[in-house]
């Protein structure tokens, strides 16, 4: 990952693990929601429920480039889910999986020249989805300059 590639840029990994339910008949609501200060997001795709998060449990374990997954988060997603998300409702868990994210010590994405001729825009510290774009642009507008 990029710190492998640039040991001084800045960013350490953090990896994040996700879980997908079955389809759930029925489900009651519809949207993307954050709890706990953005440590577990989740959201429906069709009647099924993406979640993830937890990192929070265990930071040292999640600062890692390593893609596998650990028990005590997939069990935190897993009670959430059983708990506070989906309580009464039957379900089993159909996908897991991890990704690593990249995090910046200010909390705050960055886009900077590394090089005369290399530009980063990283960082996006757990919100790329909403925030790749942006950044993908601002970091053209650095280079073009």
């Not at 265990?58 to 596998?68: H, S, V």
Request: proline letters at 5%; hydrophobic letters at 40%; glycine letters at 14%.
């Amino acid at each position: 990952f990029t710190a492998g590639l640039l040991p001084n840029c800045g960013i350490a990994p953090g990896r994040g693990q996700v879980v997908v339910t079955s389809p759930i008949p029925d489900l009651p609501w519809r949207g993307t929601y954050h709890m706990e200060q953005g440590f577990y997001y989740f959201r429906n795709v069709g009647q099924r429920v993406l979640l993830g998060g937890a990192r929070n449990l265990a930071f040292d374990e999640e600062t890692t480039g390593d893609m596998g997954l650990t028990e005590v988060i997939q069990q935190a997603l897993e009670s959430l889910l059983k708990e506070t998300i989906l309580p009464g409702r039957d379900f089993a868990i159909e996908h897991r999986w991890a990704g690593i994210m990249g995090f910046t010590e200010r909390g705050l994405p960055e886009v900077k020249m590394a090089s005369k001729r290399i530009a980063l825009g990283f960082g996006c510290n757990g919100m790329g989805v909403a925030l790749s774009a942006d950044i993908a642009a601002e970091t053209a507008e650095l280079l073009a300059q």
